[in-house]
């Protein structure tokens, strides 16, 4: 592995005097669910944890789930080992957001306007119940922590914000994009607060960690936490890639151009009339109609709109190569899925799982997203297949070190750090 991070130097860190961790002192709250689970475990198995609050459920092993549930909820129910009596999931939030996306457009706002609004109301929620809990260490997720963040104060509480993207103004410089709601520019305001409140910010990745130090947050108060993935054993053990006519390139999420779906056509489609041989994959929803002639026009692409988590696994196995050369993306889970598989990946610089590749050299590929750097790379890949094959011992070793097992010793070994 690299060098550690400057930000994760503890000579950067604030001298400010902070709270002991001591046991049942900490609540992880979250609005919905991303990797809040995972932390609030880390926390739970050294005996930190004072309560987990989530809008989405889990459960711990062998509990049963509620008898009114649906089943396919039930079925998405994430398992894991944190007591029932140190969790609460009001179901408020979940029946909210449904509830609101049946509404009609003009009456529900801009895409992302619904899960802002539920991320509020959590937010005022758990803020309610601060005082009552009284932690001595608050950790709170980026849009759900104003109001948290002041009752933490208020109780003398140590303030976690875990931030999931980069800083938004460097976000929208990086996109060329303008506000262009009054809603957005609300929601701004709110994140400025929070990330001001916040005695430590925890990022995805350094990528994102540099953003918010770009943008002017003390270097002090920012420490980039890598994330993690982890596949049933049964499928690590079983992944190998299906033989085939040509290499394959899969491309795994929601079909945007923030993931550079068009310069990733774009590339293909030059690769094709120079005569190279491929298949590439598409799995996911495609959320930028504009796209569909792009995909229907280039030559050797399969689209599958949908498809259960397991069955992506074996997809990801059985691919040659990963795409995710976004135009930005804090982390990009999908990296170390594939990994996890065995599958290395061509990123971009601006993907926060490039790190990654960084610390595991021969994992993968790092690419400018641009049409011209996507083609000229996987262009030496097709001309040179027995690379791809070469990068599967690296990207397996990648995953073993970006496993949700090391996320939560990281995580721990970092708390630790600061809060004593």
């Given at each position: 592995m690299s060098a550690p991070h400057p930000m994760n130097d503890p000579a950067l860190m604030t001298s400010t005097p902070f709270p002991r961790l001591t046991p049942g002192s900490v609540l992880v709250a979250h609005p919905m669910l991303q990797h809040s689970h995972q932390l609030a475990l880390a926390l739970h198995e050294r005996g930190w944890l004072k309560a987990y609050w989530s809008g989405v459920p889990v459960a711990a092993p062998g509990e049963a789930t509620p008898f009114w549930m649906p089943e396919h909820f039930r079925r998405r129910i994430k398992t894991v080992d944190i007591p029932a009596a140190l969790r609460r999931h009001p179901m408020r939030f979940q029946l909210g957001l449904r509830a609101g996306a049946k509404l009609p457009p003009a009456v529900r706002g801009a895409p992302g306007d619904l899960e802002h609004r539920i991320s509020h109301w959590f937010d005022t929620w758990t803020a309610h119940r601060i005082a009552a809990l009284r932690p001595q260490v608050v950790i709170a997720y980026e849009n759900a922590a104003?109001?948290?963040?002041?009752?933490?104060?208020?109780?003398?509480?140590?303030?976690?914000?875990?931030?999931?993207?980069?800083?938004?103004?460097?976000?929208?410089?990086?996109?060329?994009?303008?506000?262009?709601?009054?809603?957005?520019?609300?929601?701004?305001?709110?994140?400025?607060?929070?990330?001001?409140?916040?005695?430590?910010?925890?990022?995805?990745?350094?990528?994102?960690?540099?953003?918010?130090?770009?943008?002017?947050?003390?270097?002090?108060?920012?420490?980039?936490?890598?994330?993690?993935?982890?596949?049933?054993?049964?499928?690590?053990?079983?992944?190998?890639?299906?033989?085939?006519?040509?290499?394959?390139?899969l491309f795994a999420g929601t079909l945007r151009r923030l993931k550079s779906i068009d310069l990733i056509l774009q590339a293909f489609d030059r690769l094709a009339r120079e005569g190279l041989a491929y298949e590439l994959h598409f799995v996911g929803d495609l959320a930028d109609p504009d796209l569909a002639p792009l995909l229907q026009g280039t030559p050797h692409v399969t689209h599958l709109p949908g498809v259960p988590q397991k069955e992506l696994y074996a997809l990801m196995a059985q691919a040659d190569c990963l795409l995710l050369p976004s135009r930005f993306d804090s982390f990009g889970m999908v990296v170390a899925e594939a990994m996890a598989c065995g599958t290395p990946a061509l990123v971009s610089t601006c993907t926060g799982a490039k790190a990654m590749i960084e610390q595991t050299p021969g994992s993968g590929w790092i690419v400018a997203p641009e049409a011209d750097a996507i083609h000229a790379e996987v262009r030496a890949l097709l001309l040179d297949p027995a690379r791809l094959a070469g990068a599967r011992g690296a990207a397996r070793r990648a995953a073993e070190l970006f496993s949700w097992a090391c996320y939560r010793a990281r995580a721990a070994a970092l708390l630790s750090e600061v809060l004593h």
């Amino acid at each position: 592995m690299s060098a550690p991070h400057p930000m994760n130097d503890p000579a950067l860190m604030t001298s400010t005097p902070f709270p002991r961790l001591t046991p049942g002192s900490v609540l992880v709250a979250h609005p919905m669910l991303q990797h809040s689970h995972q932390l609030a475990l880390a926390l739970h198995e050294r005996g930190w944890l004072k309560a987990y609050w989530s809008g989405v459920p889990v459960a711990a092993p062998g509990e049963a789930t509620p008898f009114w549930m649906p089943e396919h909820f039930r079925r998405r129910i994430k398992t894991v080992d944190i007591p029932a009596a140190l969790r609460r999931h009001p179901m408020r939030f979940q029946l909210g957001l449904r509830a609101g996306a049946k509404l009609p457009p003009a009456v529900r706002g801009a895409p992302g306007d619904l899960e802002h609004r539920i991320s509020h109301w959590f937010d005022t929620w758990t803020a309610h119940r601060i005082a009552a809990l009284r932690p001595q260490v608050v950790i709170a997720y980026e849009n759900a922590a104003y109001h948290t963040f002041a009752a933490a104060k208020a109780v003398g509480a140590f303030c976690v914000l875990d931030a999931a993207s980069l800083h938004h103004r460097f976000k929208r410089r990086l996109l060329q994009e303008q506000l262009d709601t009054p809603f957005n520019a609300k929601v701004n305001r709110r994140k400025d607060a929070e990330v001001e409140r916040a005695d430590l910010v925890l990022t995805c990745s350094p990528l994102a960690a540099e953003s918010y130090v770009a943008e002017g947050v003390p270097a002090s108060k920012v420490r980039p936490l890598m994330l993690g993935a982890e596949l049933p054993a049964q499928q690590i053990a079983t992944a190998f890639p299906s033989p085939k006519k040509a290499p394959r390139f899969l491309f795994a999420g929601t079909l945007r151009r923030l993931k550079s779906i068009d310069l990733i056509l774009q590339a293909f489609d030059r690769l094709a009339r120079e005569g190279l041989a491929y298949e590439l994959h598409f799995v996911g929803d495609l959320a930028d109609p504009d796209l569909a002639p792009l995909l229907q026009g280039t030559p050797h692409v399969t689209h599958l709109p949908g498809v259960p988590q397991k069955e992506l696994y074996a997809l990801m196995a059985q691919a040659d190569c990963l795409l995710l050369p976004s135009r930005f993306d804090s982390f990009g889970m999908v990296v170390a899925e594939a990994m996890a598989c065995g599958t290395p990946a061509l990123v971009s610089t601006c993907t926060g799982a490039k790190a990654m590749i960084e610390q595991t050299p021969g994992s993968g590929w790092i690419v400018a997203p641009e049409a011209d750097a996507i083609h000229a790379e996987v262009r030496a890949l097709l001309l040179d297949p027995a690379r791809l094959a070469g990068a599967r011992g690296a990207a397996r070793r990648a995953a073993e070190l970006f496993s949700w097992a090391c996320y939560r010793a990281r995580a721990a070994a970092l708390l630790s750090e600061v809060l004593h």
